[in-house]
């Protein structure tokens, strides 16, 4: 079993271009840039765009491409009828990912054969764009609705990350909190080849179309190792209640041998170079919000299970309470990762469709010794 590399760790499995991910200096690059530069200075509309064309945009480009997605903001009526037919308490990225197969099926209808699926590049920067624009009104919706009140219409006048929070909350926000999710946003966009990004790079690598590789890129985002940590998080902050009960929630935790969400990283084994930058958004809420027992909770959890174990907190850490103080729903977090991740994904299906090699690894076979059916007796005969 010497060669098989479980969960594919230390496999370098291809070239990409759009980030690089350097664990020794603890360094992410978007197409070259700092994503601590990016998420300070940038909209998220800037990184999508630099994500998907390799160059932060002119201010003419940045002009197209914000007139294009603000023109299909809206909720679309078939997706908010698909969506109300699903059950209140279906998890949110059921909707995501139900809403992302609808607007896939009628984008791609008349195709006719899965040999005219997978587009051209002006087909597929397309698709992505109409996806980008269209998640925060279905995210937005899926939070309203359980909450039993109406969509708020989108608007046109507000920057992506303002709109958004219009949309969920149906009022403006103020510019410490747009700026704070503004900076998650661009923090969750990109990590070259987790989880969710690989997945929409083997859908892709069977010249299946963009719609199918995003919905398979969801399935795998909801999982607690990957995505739905960041809720996950919230539900252990509920679970242990306040600063001074970590010790002893933790002693039991670890005894359960469980894992404690929010920590620990497939690549970083010695912190995430994410989490200073959310970590300060982070601090921001608390402040704006005046809710210092957050940070009591955070900071404590964080130091005890850095002392026990060595292992450092993950994006999601800070992104699970920074989502909780700004008002979302705590099953609506990783849904917001989508939105932010399908800029990373259809950037990798772009790459991946323009450098194409079917991905299909190989086994090692640890099953039954050959055998044949001349000796099996079927179960009726044995009475
Ligand atoms: N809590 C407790 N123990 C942990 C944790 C944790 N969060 N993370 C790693 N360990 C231990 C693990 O039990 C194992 O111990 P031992 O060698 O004694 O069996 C050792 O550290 C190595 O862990 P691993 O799970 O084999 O390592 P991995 O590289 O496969 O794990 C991970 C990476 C993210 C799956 C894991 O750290 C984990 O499950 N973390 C909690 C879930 C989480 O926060 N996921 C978000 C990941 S980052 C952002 C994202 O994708 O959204």
């Given at each position: 079993m010497s060669d098989v590399k479980k969960g594919l760790?230390?496999?370098?499995a291809d070239v990409t271009a759009v980030s690089k991910v350097d664990p020794e200096t603890n360094t992410l690059l978007y197409r070259g840039y700092p994503v601590q530069e990016l998420a300070a200075t940038q909209p998220f509309e800037s990184v999508a765009y630099l994500l998907w064309h390799g160059e932060l945009p002119a201010a003419g480009q940045l002009d197209e491409q914000r007139a294009a997605e603000r023109a299909q903001r809206a909720l679309d009526p078939d997706v908010r009828t698909l969506l109300d037919m699903?059950?209140?308490?279906?998890h949110p990225m059921d909707d995501v990912r139900t809403a992302v197969s609808l607007l896939g099926a009628r984008e791609l209808?008349?195709?006719?054969?899965?040999?005219?699926?997978?587009?051209?590049v002006e087909d597929n920067l397309r698709r992505s764009l109409t996806l980008f624009a269209a998640l925060p009104a279905i995210v937005a919706y899926g939070q309203r609705r359980r909450r039993g009140l109406e969509p708020v219409p989108a608007r046109d006048d507000l920057d992506y990350a303002a709109n958004f929070l219009w949309m969920t909350f149906g009022e403006e926000s103020d510019p410490v909190v747009v700026d704070a999710f503004n900076r998650s946003m661009i923090l969750y966009a990109e990590h070259s080849f987790n989880a969710s990004t690989f997945t929409a790079r083997v859908v892709t690598s069977t010249l299946s179309d963009l719609y199918s590789a995003v919905v398979a890129a969801i399935g795998a985002l909801k999982g607690p190792l990957h995505g739905g940590a960041n809720e996950a998080v919230m539900r252990v902050f509920d679970e242990i209640?306040?600063?001074?009960q970590v010790p002893a929630w933790l002693d039991t935790a670890l005894a359960q041998k469980r894992k404690i969400m929010g920590f620990g990283h497939r690549v970083y084994k010695r912190g995430d170079s994410r989490v200073p930058t959310m970590k300060t958004a982070l601090d921001s809420l608390v402040a704006h919000y005046d809710r210092p027992d957050v940070l009591e909770l955070y900071s404590a959890l964080e130091s005890e299970f850095v002392a026990r174990k060595g292992i450092y907190p993950n994006l999601d850490y800070p992104s699970g309470p920074a989502y909780n103080l700004i008002g979302?729903?705590?099953?609506t977090f990783t849904p917001l990762f989508v939105a932010a991740r399908v800029t990373g994904w259809t950037a990798h299906i772009l790459e991946q469709a323009a450098s194409n090699a079917l991905i299909r690894p190989m086994s090692q076979y640890d099953g039954a010794a050959e055998r044949h059916v001349d000796g099996y007796v079927p179960l009726a005969d044995e009475l």
């Open positions: 760790a230390g496999v370098v699903l059950p209140l308490d279906a209808a008349g195709t006719g054969s899965v040999l005219d699926a997978s587009g051209s209640g306040d600063a001074s979302f729903d705590t099953a």
